[in-house]
């Protein structure tokens, strides 16, 4: 069984019906379960209300280093962060390609994370885009010995992250992976060990080969799962059994059905 360890499913441009069938069609091809995550604490709960009738997604809580116009003060993202139904605490993160004009007020976000993170013992949702030093470098100079955390839709070094992995983190690979221009990512794929890998698809975005151009969605992490399975030599099952077990670990507030 699989896991799609991060979706928008809110983002999705569909209807309740909708939603309810992309995630049928999920499951009939043996996707267990799927963390939804928010890019807005103003979005929350609009995003909690769409998928709470789901027993098998879970949420997490945070401001995308993109969302920045969304950006809220600690006390207010501890509150929601610190709900029952929240497994994880992010995404946050810097992002330097698309938005280095903001790289200060990233800084101070991600800071509030890893310290939410820090009081709640929840993990953390990292994205990381030209801005690998900063990303280490605050993690380390402020998080918790106890919070561990993933850095999603990996696209970096080796270097980071085997940095990332040392610190307890895991690495979750995107359906980037199976595009014809990801040699490099494929190269980092293939050298880190399963035990710290996790599959996502970040549906809507980042459709896998060969539904590129489709809105992604929920149940397309099988074909990320057997192009990862084929580049580490391994079974799809062993890699759906190791990422799944992987995800579970990690987030230990998940609800395993």
């Not at 209300?49 to 098998?56: I, Q």
């Not at 501890?78 to 280095?100: C, W």
């Not at 549906?203 to 192009?227: C, D, I, T």
Request: overall charge negative; glycine content about 4%.
């Amino acid at each position: 069984m699989f896991v799609d360890s991060h979706c928008h499913l809110d983002r999705l441009k569909l209807d309740d019906a909708g939603l309810t069938e992309a995630l049928t069609y999920a499951r009939q091809r043996g996707v267990e379960h799927f963390l939804c995550v928010s890019v807005s604490v103003k979005d929350f709960d609009s995003m909690y209300e769409k998928v709470k009738g789901f027993d098998d997604v879970s949420v997490s809580c945070g401001v995308h280093p993109l969302h920045q116009e969304d950006a809220c003060d600690y006390d207010t993202l501890l509150e929601k962060a610190a709900r029952s139904e929240v497994v994880a605490v992010g995404e946050t993160g810097l992002d330097y390609f698309y938005s280095a004009e903001t790289k200060d007020i990233q800084r101070t976000s991600f800071v509030d994370h890893i310290n939410v993170a820090n009081e709640l013992n929840k993990p953390l949702i990292i994205h990381t885009r030209d801005a690998r030093e900063d990303t280490i470098a605050l993690l380390k100079s402020h998080r918790a010995p106890h919070t561990n955390g993933v850095l999603h839709c990996f696209t970096e070094s080796l270097e980071m992250a085997q940095e990332a992995i040392a610190m307890d983190f895991y690495i979750s690979i995107s359906g980037i992976v199976t595009f014809n221009s990801a040699q490099a990512l494929r190269d980092v794929v293939t050298a880190l060990p399963l035990e710290r890998l996790l599959i996502e698809t970040d549906s809507p975005w980042l459709a896998p080969v060969p539904h590129r151009g489709k809105e992604n969605q929920p149940g397309y992490v099988v074909e990320v799962a057997e192009f990862i399975a084929e580049l580490k030599g391994v079974s799809v099952q062993t890699l759906a059994e190791i990422t799944t077990d992987n995800f579970y670990r990690l987030f230990r507030h998940a609800k395993n059905t």
